[in-house]
């Protein structure tokens, strides 16, 4: 009988400890709502500031230019660009700020700028078509 005592205070001591130790666990991996927010917030800005730069590119006279002679709308281009997902529109922004940089730089002609700015217009478009 005494034995079923002290296994019956184990097992309840087993079942409390993993109750204790699942409980702490659980509590470690919360986020406070403060962060949460801020992360939020910052996403948000990186999204705008992405959305400001691309289309910047696009409304800049070479590129203008560019799409014009590749038979492309400007307006069609900059209301698709807030369409794309994050990772999509980061990505571009990084490819057209390097594309403007090389320009000013000299390192691409007008030929060459013309034909980047037909492909990304087209791609931009072409996503968002496959999204639909």
Same mark, same amino acid.
Request: with cysteine; glycine share 2%.
């Given at each position: 009988?005494? *034995? ?6 184990? #097992? ?10 699942? @409980?702490?666990? =659980? ?14 917030? !910052?996403? %948000? %800005? =990186?999204?705008?500031? &992405?959305?400001? *730069? ?25 209301? /698709?660009?807030?369409?794309? &997902?994050? !990772?999509?529109?980061? *990505?571009?922004?990084?490819? @057209? ?9 000299? %390192? #691409?002609? =007008? ?7 037909? /492909? #990304? ?12």
């Amino acid at each position: 009988m005494q *034995r079923a005592i002290v296994r019956s205070t184990a #097992l309840f001591c087993v079942f409390a400890l993993c109750f204790v130790v699942s @409980t702490a666990a =659980a509590q470690d991996h919360v986020v406070p709502a403060s962060q949460l927010h801020h992360a939020l917030q !910052e996403a %948000a %800005a =990186a999204r705008q500031k &992405n959305i400001a *730069r691309v289309e910047s590119f696009f409304a800049s006279k070479p590129a203008r230019q560019a799409l014009m002679r590749g038979g492309l709308n400007l307006k069609e281009v900059q209301q /698709a660009v807030p369409q794309l &997902n994050n !990772e999509e529109l980061a *990505r571009l922004a990084t490819q @057209t700020q390097k594309i403007q940089n090389n320009f000013a730089a000299g %390192a #691409l002609s =007008a030929e060459h700028l013309t034909y980047i700015v037909i /492909a #990304l217009a087209t791609a931009v478009v072409v996503i968002l078509i496959l999204k639909a």
